[in-house]
């Protein structure tokens, strides 16, 4: 964290509070939202300074640094979970509100039969549960991988969508074309899935991803199971946090510590054995989800408008 780059980055901070301050006193918000982060900081810091109500959501389980610093001068606290609000200092509990995270609505309203006509999945097997693999836009090489060393083992469990990322989707078809004609018409690998992904999170049973806060927020407001596998470079260990607080809970199955192929298995093999096992983890997730939060967000801060200064 201790850098010549983020020494120079803080030390433009009162500057960036100066230049906020005056654009808050040019605009006259009714009111500031702020998100988290450094780049939220001077913004919302001027918005006190100005007595423009300020409302803070906090995405993840876990407060960043940019929000425990905000929460101070914050008019109302918005979280995601009901387990931030302990970690809040005493006077913002008081004004917080769990509001969930905003979750786009299309993404609530897909159809499975649509995901298999757009895609062309003829030859999946209807009988055998579906698998979803996601590393995010991009793809993680690490997914990639732990669902490599397992495929011929999990295509005879399950279909798989395997979305790997644009840089390494050839040579997964590669992988593809390899597999054993039984088995081969029960994989697809994509590089990225767009306006489709509404349809294949319907047509999902299992999904294996990360754990960023808008990931466990899509997967919990459809009360989907899954087996989460953390970006261990997330800024303060926030994914892993997430995962955490679903497995200990049951909403999914989180790999923490040493990731191997094994554990990725292990916490497959039940899931997919098991419609009733699939079944109490996704009833568990929802209890978790907010479908929701977009609503129960901008009424807070519309009331927060409404109310005026601090």
Same mark, same amino acid.
């Given at each position: 964290?201790? %850098?010549?780059?983020?020494?120079?980055?803080?030390?433009?901070?009162?500057? &960036?509070?100066?230049?906020?301050?005056? +654009?808050?006193?040019?605009?006259?918000?009714?009111?500031?939202?702020?998100?988290?982060? #450094?780049?939220?900081?001077?913004?919302?810091? $001027?918005?006190?300074?100005?007595?423009? !109500?300020?409302?803070?959501?906090?995405?993840?389980?876990?407060?960043?640094?940019?929000?425990?610093?905000?929460? /101070?001068?914050?008019?109302?606290?918005?979280?995601? %979970?009901? %387990?931030?609000?302990?970690?809040?200092?005493?006077?913002?509990? =008081?004004?917080?509100?769990?509001?969930?995270?905003?979750?786009? !609505?299309?993404?609530?309203?897909?159809?499975?039969?649509?995901?298999?006509?757009?895609?062309?999945?003829?030859?999946?097997?209807?009988?055998?549960? @579906?698998? #979803?693999?996601?590393?995010?836009?991009?793809?993680?090489?690490?997914?990639?991988?732990?669902?490599?060393?397992?495929?011929?083992?999990?295509?005879?469990?399950?279909?798989?969508?395997?979305?790997?990322?644009? %840089?390494?989707?050839?040579?997964?078809?590669?992988? $593809? *074309?390899?597999?054993?004609?039984?088995?081969?018409? /029960? #994989?697809?690998?994509?590089?990225?899935?767009?306006? *489709?992904?509404?349809?294949?999170?319907?047509?999902?049973?299992?999904?294996?991803?990360?754990?960023?806060?808008? @990931?466990?927020?899509?997967?919990?407001?459809? &009360?989907?199971?899954?087996?989460?596998?953390?970006?261990?470079?997330?800024?303060?260990? *926030?994914?892993?946090?997430?995962?955490?607080?679903?497995?200990?809970?049951?909403?999914?199955? +989180?790999?923490?510590?040493?990731? @191997? +192929? @094994?554990?990725?298995?292990?916490?497959?093999? !039940?899931?997919?054995?098991?419609?009733?096992?699939?079944? =109490?983890? +996704?009833?568990?997730?929802?209890?978790?989800?907010?479908?929701?939060?977009?609503? /129960?967000?901008?009424?807070?801060?519309?009331? /927060?408008?409404?109310?005026?200064?601090?």
């Amino acid at each position: 964290m201790l %850098s010549w780059a983020n020494v120079k980055d803080m030390a433009r901070v009162p500057f &960036g509070v100066f230049q906020a301050v005056r +654009a808050v006193r040019t605009f006259r918000p009714d009111v500031v939202l702020a998100t988290g982060g #450094y780049v939220a900081v001077p913004v919302s810091l $001027a918005a006190w300074v100005c007595r423009r !109500p300020l409302v803070v959501h906090e995405q993840t389980v876990r407060l960043g640094l940019a929000n425990r610093l905000l929460a /101070r001068v914050a008019t109302a606290m918005a979280v995601s %979970s009901a %387990s931030t609000l302990p970690l809040l200092p005493k006077r913002a509990r =008081e004004r917080a509100v769990v509001t969930g995270n905003p979750v786009r !609505p299309e993404v609530l309203a897909g159809h499975a039969e649509k995901a298999l006509e757009v895609l062309g999945l003829d030859a999946f097997d209807r009988d055998l549960p @579906t698998v #979803y693999v996601t590393g995010g836009a991009q793809g993680a090489a690490q997914i990639n991988q732990l669902v490599g060393d397992i495929l011929l083992w999990l295509l005879e469990r399950a279909n798989v969508i395997h979305q790997s990322g644009p %840089s390494a989707v050839t040579g997964m078809q590669t992988t $593809a *074309e390899a597999l054993p004609a039984a088995l081969r018409g /029960r #994989y697809l690998p994509v590089g990225f899935v767009g306006a *489709e992904l509404p349809d294949v999170f319907a047509l999902a049973d299992v999904v294996i991803s990360r754990s960023g806060a808008g @990931t466990i927020a899509e997967l919990t407001a459809l &009360g989907l199971p899954s087996v989460l596998i953390p970006l261990v470079s997330s800024a303060g260990g *926030e994914q892993a946090h997430n995962a955490r607080h679903l497995a200990e809970a049951g909403a999914a199955s +989180a790999l923490l510590g040493e990731v @191997t +192929a @094994t554990a990725l298995r292990e916490a497959l093999e !039940p899931l997919l054995a098991d419609p009733a096992r699939r079944q =109490e983890m +996704a009833t568990k997730a929802r209890e978790h989800g907010r479908p929701d939060a977009g609503d /129960r967000l901008v009424d807070l801060v519309l009331d /927060r408008a409404g109310a005026g200064g601090h």
